[in-house]
Structure formats: structure tokens, C-alpha cells
């Protein structure tokens, strides 16, 4: 069996101040736009997350990097949460080395391998890495992390820090269901206003190929993905079991950045979860991948 050790959590210049509201833990500190909570519920969401695109995928990713990451390649994932991603690829290619950054310190520690380590970063601010140190860089679900000028930053600088020929990586939630309720509807519509009112797009993931072709990325691949919600086999009653933690832990933020109200953002999201497989609503996902 393989040991973690605290040396393998490196804190960088992150500096980030949290503070608890209504039992859940948020970042309190302007320079960082993401309010969704940094808590073992939301960590219990992005264990859930893990396993629904490893089946999605059939896999971890899809970037022709299978033999080279035997090999030994070096391999950055930004805003990477706990870490389930860097830490199942960490074992499964136990020549090539992991690095996992995100802001808040929610990473997994049990059973980590000698390759994987992890730092705390606020990616907002650039990565601190010299140029060219990557050959792979994995990023996923940063739409409600960051705005659009970050967002295309985050892109530029993961491209310095890629080799030549490196590889990018990005996997995005799109705010916008096929065949809502309109309970769900409403949820999708007020997220919306949440996002726009620190900047961040709710359709970014239909615009990363644009961002990748704007920074001068290559072999652009695309590929569109559509989650049934609780319906439609195992994927989507997994989907539904995650958007039973997801759409509280959304609601965090609409509430702080809208004028909705707790009790009507709990009603609405009680209705849409119960619609969501009588309507058959999927949600809209994207992953992107290209070489530098
Ligand atoms: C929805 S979670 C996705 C986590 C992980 N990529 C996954 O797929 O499980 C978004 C993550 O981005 C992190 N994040 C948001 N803004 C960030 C920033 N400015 N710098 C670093 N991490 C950030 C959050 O702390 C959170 O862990």
C-alpha cells in the first residue's frame, strides 16, 4: 500500500481567507470569484463527479497521451478540488509525475501515491510554474471559477507552461438544460444572473475552442456530451444523486448574488429535482482538447 505525507501539500502564495455561512464553508476574499462551499459535502459532490465521468469517458481523459503518459510525462490539473483526477491517473501511470493546484485545501490524502502532490494556488492570480514545464495540463469545471478574463488568462498561461507540443485538457459544464421543468428552468436562469454578476459565463464551454484557436493551440477536438438527469440508466441516476448536492451548493451563491431568497431557491429546487426525469432534461457538457 502506498503512504501519503504532509510534505506532499505544498502551500504557495495562496493566502485565502474562508469564512462559514449557513453551516457551509466559503471563500472570503475578493480576489477569488468561486462561492461554491470548499466543505466534505462538496468534496462528497466531486467524489460523485469523479466516478459519473470516469464512466462518461470510459476512462480519465481523452487526449491521445496514453503511451507517453506510461512512459513519464509531467502532468498539471488546475483548480483540481480534492484530487480524485490527479490521484487515479498518479496510479495508474506510476512513471509520470502529478501535480494537482487549487485554492482551497480540500485534497485527498489517504493512499496518495509517491507522484501526486498537490498546492495551494489561486490559479486567478497566473500559475506558478516556470515556462514549459507541463506536458499535459487537465482542467475541469472552472465555469463557476472564473470570469471570462481569467478564464482566457487561465488559458494563455497553461499554454507557457506547456513543452513544446504539450497537451491541454478541458472539460466544462454549459449552464443550459435540454427539455427543462420549468422549475429547472428558473434554477438555470437565476444561475445565470449569479455567474454574470462576477463576470463568469454560463456558456464558456461553448467558447473554449475559440480560446484555444485565439492562443494559438492546434488539433482542436471538441466533443459534446449530454447527461440525462435521473433518467436514462446508471449515468443519469448517478447524475441525479450529484444534483441533489450540486444545486444546494449553487444555491449558496445565488442567494449571496441575486435577490432570490433561500426558502424560494429550496422550493423551486425541490420541484426541479423531482421534474428533472419527467421532463427527461439533460445537462450540456464539453470537453476540448488540443496540442500546443
Ligand atoms: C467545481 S470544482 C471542480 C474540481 C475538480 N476540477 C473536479 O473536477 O473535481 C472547482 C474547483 O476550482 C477551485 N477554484 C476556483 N477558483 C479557483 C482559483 N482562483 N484558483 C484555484 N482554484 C480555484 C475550487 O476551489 C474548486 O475546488
Not at 65 to 80: P, R
Not at 169 to 184: C, M, Q, R
Not at 245 to 270: C, F, I, N, R, W
Request: aromatic content about 10%; proline content about 4%.
Amino acid at each position: 500500500m502506498v503512504t501519503s505525507s504532509p510534505s506532499k501539500i505544498v502551500f504557495d502564495s495562496a493566502d485565502i481567507a474562508f469564512q462559514l455561512k449557513n453551516g457551509r464553508k466559503l471563500v472570503d476574499d475578493m480576489s477569488v470569484a468561486y462561492i461554491l462551499p470548499s466543505d466534505s459535502t462538496e468534496v462528497e459532490r466531486l467524489r460523485l463527479n469523479h466516478d459519473l465521468w470516469k464512466m462518461v469517458l470510459e476512462g480519465l481523459f481523452k487526449s491521445p497521451l496514453h503511451e507517453s503518459l506510461k512512459k513519464g510525462i509531467t502532468v498539471l490539473d488546475v483548480g483540481c478540488g480534492p484530487g480524485f483526477w490527479t490521484k487515479d491517473m498518479a496510479i495508474l501511470y506510476p512513471n509520470s509525475k502529478f501535480i494537482g493546484i487549487d485554492m482551497a485545501d480540500v485534497f485527498v490524502r489517504e493512499d496518495l501515491p509517491p507522484n501526486a502532490e498537490f498546492h495551494i494556488v489561486n490559479a486567478a492570480n497566473g500559475l506558478p510554474f516556470h515556462d514549459e514545464s507541463f506536458d499535459f495540463v487537465f482542467q475541469r469545471f472552472l465555469v463557476m471559477g472564473f470570469p471570462t478574463d481569467k478564464y482566457i488568462q487561465s488559458i494563455k498561461e497553461i499554454k507557457r507552461v506547456l513543452k513544446t507540443d504539450g497537451a491541454i485538457e478541458i472539460l466544462e459544464l454549459v449552464n443550459d438544460y435540454i427539455d427543462p421543468s420549468p422549475a429547472l428552468a428558473k434554477i438555470s436562469s437565476w444561475i445565470d444572473k449569479a455567474l454574470s454578476a462576477r463576470n463568469m459565463d454560463s456558456y464558456i464551454g461553448d467558447k473554449i475552442s475559440t480560446f484555444l484557436q485565439d492562443a494559438g493551440f492546434q488539433d482542436i477536438r471538441d466533443i459534446k456530451y449530454n447527461v440525462p438527469i435521473g433518467w436514462g440508466g446508471v449515468a443519469g441516476e448517478l447524475y441525479l444523486s450529484i444534483q441533489q448536492l450540486a444545486l444546494p451548493a449553487v444555491g449558496v451563491m445565488v442567494t449571496q448574488l441575486t435577490s432570490v431568497k433561500d426558502e424560494e431557491y429550496e422550493e423551486t429546487t425541490k420541484e426541479a429535482l423531482a421534474g428533472a426525469k419527467v421532463f427527461k432534461s439533460t445537462t450540456r457538457f464539453r470537453l476540448i482538447y488540443a496540442k500546443k
